[in-house]
């Protein structure tokens, strides 16, 4: 489970770190909002712990950048700003939970796994994107009326992409998810853009809208119409 910590005061952000990494969470620290708005562009996370008050872009407005590009990602909400006004104003932005400083560690854990459980027992037997459809159970993929072909690893990779749509996923994110490797090589690269530019032409073939997208310098996205 990877989770970020959008977080500036470094006591906090730390004590957050430490406690997730001694319940064996991956936990990376975002102490701005720039900072915070680039890793989502560039990898993937299970859960996003979200301060409000951020220097640079403040957290509603990264929650909202986040949502409208398609992200679903859970946001955990941690935050001093204690009024009805402020909980509206993060729900509606699309936060799934609240939690107001001061805090004990035990409960953010409590709301993480919460939220966690909620994903799951929401999980679709389907991942659909314009006309392509992915059956998870029967591993068939379908654009439009065409029955895709796919190997194993293509079908990997789409699914992979197709569970973070509209979400840019790095070439990182794809050597340790996909592939299972702990570090990306130029060699890893490679095999990766290979796999990528076969699984486009299957995928997208001459059809309109094109789903499969390169992100120069980035990584890869799915969605419909340009990154």
């Known amino acids: 489970m990877r989770v970020l910590i959008v977080e500036d005061e470094h006591k906090v952000a730390l004590a957050l770190r ?17 900072d915070a708005f680039f890793r989502l562009s560039t990898e993937v996370f299970d859960v996003i712990l979200l301060d409000l008050m951020l220097p640079g ?10 949502r409208e590009r398609g992200v679903q990602t859970p946001v955990l909400v941690l935050t001093a700003r204690d009024t009805l006004e402020d909980r509206l104003a993060g729900l509606n932005g699309g936060a799934d939970d609240y ?18 459980r ?3 027992a929401t999980e679709t037997t389907r991942l659909m994107l314009a006309d392509l459809t992915v059956d998870l159970v029967r591993r068939k993929v ?10 194993v690893r293509e079908y990997e990779l789409l699914e992979y992409l197709l569970r973070h749509q509209g979400h840019i996923v790095s070439r990182e994110a794809l050597a340790r998810d996909v592939w299972k490797e702990e570090s990306r090589t130029t060699t890893l690269d490679n095999v990766v853009d290979v796999h990528m530019t076969r699984l486009r032409r299957k995928i997208d073939l001459d059809q309109s809208p094109r789903l499969i997208h390169t992100v120069r310098g980035v990584g890869f996205v799915a969605r419909e119409g340009e990154p």
């Open 57 to 66: 872009r403040d957290g509603l407005q990264i929650l909202g950048a986040m």
């Open 99 to 116: 939690l107001i400083k001061p805090f004990a560690f035990a409960e953010v854990l409590a709301r993480i796994q919460a939220l966690v």
């Open 18 to 34: 430490q406690g997730l990494e001694s319940e064996r969470y991956e936990a990376i620290v975002a102490p701005t909002g720039e």
């Open 118 to 120: 909620r994903g799951r």
């Open 142 to 151: 379908t654009r439009g009326d065409r029955t895709v072909e796919l190997t």
